[in-house]
């Protein structure tokens, strides 16, 4: 799992390690990102508006495969990090720190 930090020089992606801590400070803009098909097994622990929005997001699969997000699932993304106020970079700032996907 990496996670993109974002600091006076510039965005850079952070590779965690099995045990690892990354602190997010409040309202700081991140992204994490998965490069691998292994499984993996995070805790975050964050605050009880955060994890709601986790719940209204989050879709099942009914395999180990990486799920790719459908048109509908992005779409669905967006309008629930708008009604709770959450940022989300722009097509160009995605492609900036090499997240390739639009919607």
């Given at each position: 799992m990496d996670c993109l930090r974002q600091d006076n020089e510039g965005h850079r992606w952070i590779k965690a390690n099995s045990g690892d801590y990354i602190h997010v400070t409040?309202?700081?803009?991140?992204?994490w990102r998965k490069m691998s098909g292994s499984d993996e097994?995070?805790?975050?622990?964050?605050?009880?508006?955060m994890g709601q929005f986790f719940v209204e997001i989050g879709r099942s699969t009914d395999n180990n495969s990486l799920p790719t997000p459908t048109q509908h699932d992005l779409v669905h993304f967006v309008a629930v990090s708008k009604r709770y106020g959450y940022w989300n970079a722009s097509y160009e700032e995605n492609e900036m720190v090499g997240i390739h996907m639009s919607f």
């Open positions: 409040s309202n700081a803009r991140h992204a097994i995070v805790l975050i622990l964050t605050i009880k508006k």
